[in-house]
T-cell receptor
Framework: DVKVTQSSRYLVKRTGEKVFLECVQDMDHENMFWYRQDPGLGLRLIYFSYDVKMKEKGDIPEGYSVSREKKERFSLILESASTNQTSMYLC??????????????FGQGTRLTVV | RKEVEQDPGPFNVPEGATVAFNCTYSNSASQSFFWYRQDCRKEPKLLMSVYSSGNEDGRFTAQLNRASQYISLLIRDSKLSDSATYLCVVNYMNTGFQKLVFGTGTRLLVSP
């Protein structure tokens, strides 16, 4: 079974703190993603990576950065946390399957509250 | 126009009923499609992949209509445990890498 593991289920941070969210996958997937999910807005893509050290901006990258130094690990960084970054953060990974792309598998999510 | 659109519901159905959800997408270059199931406060889980015209897995059938740019999910003989939010996901390859676009989900409530 594919396993995608996020480092924390729940986090509470203060405004202005630098926050690191870690994600590890064990299936040698090329692609990794960070989403946030908010009520009524669905999943919105923050950043994704299709290879080690490669990263691409998603739809809402402002206020975030990412790091992918190893294939299995994709980190999301909130440079200076703000209250509007309170959300559920979901990491996912997938294979590139014959040029079509396969379904992604998600971690359990990190519920971040910024106070 | 949103890239992927779904009726948010909720769809309230009795046990044993058949229910269908539709999802429309705007990018004609989309190559593959997925249905995910998400339970309250949990992560989305892959339910079905749709690479050609359709796919069937037990009580679940997914269909793809490329000409009209929609996919559907049919659930037969609904169970209480089918109550969840169903997310439509569209995938396309963009300059060599994969982009997944999620709909906001359709909520299903199955009652006794």
């Amino acid at each position: 079974d594919v396993k995608v593991t996020q480092s924390s289920r729940y986090l509470v941070k203060r405004t202005g703190e630098k926050v690191f969210l870690e994600c590890v996958q064990d299936m040698d997937h090329e692609n990794m993603f960070w989403y946030r999910q908010d009520p009524g807005l669905g999943l919105r893509l923050i950043y994704f990576s299709y290879d080690v050290k490669m990263k691409e901006k998603g739809d809402i990258p402002e206020g975030y950065s990412v790091s992918r130094e190893k294939k299995e690990r994709f980190s999301l960084i909130l440079e200076s946390a703000s209250t509007n970054q309170t959300s559920m953060y979901l990491c996912a990974s997938s294979h590139t399957l014959g040029g079509q792309g396969a379904g992604a598998f998600f971690g359990q999510g990190t519920r971040l509250t910024v106070v | 126009r949103k890239e992927v659109e779904q009726d948010p519901g909720p769809f309230n159905v009795p046990e044993g009923a058949t229910v269908a959800f539709n999802c429309t997408y705007s990018n004609s270059a989309s190559q593959s499609f997925f249905w995910y199931r998400q339970d309250c406060r949990k992560e989305p889980k892959l339910l079905m992949s749709v690479y050609s015209s359709g796919n069937e897995d037990g009580r679940f059938t997914a269909q793809l209509n490329r000409a009209s740019q929609y996919i559907s999910l049919l659930i037969r003989d609904s169970k209480l445990s089918d109550s969840a939010t169903y997310l439509c996901v569209v995938n396309y390859m963009n300059t060599g890498f994969q982009k997944l676009v999620f709909g906001t989900g359709t909520r299903l409530l199955v009652s006794p």
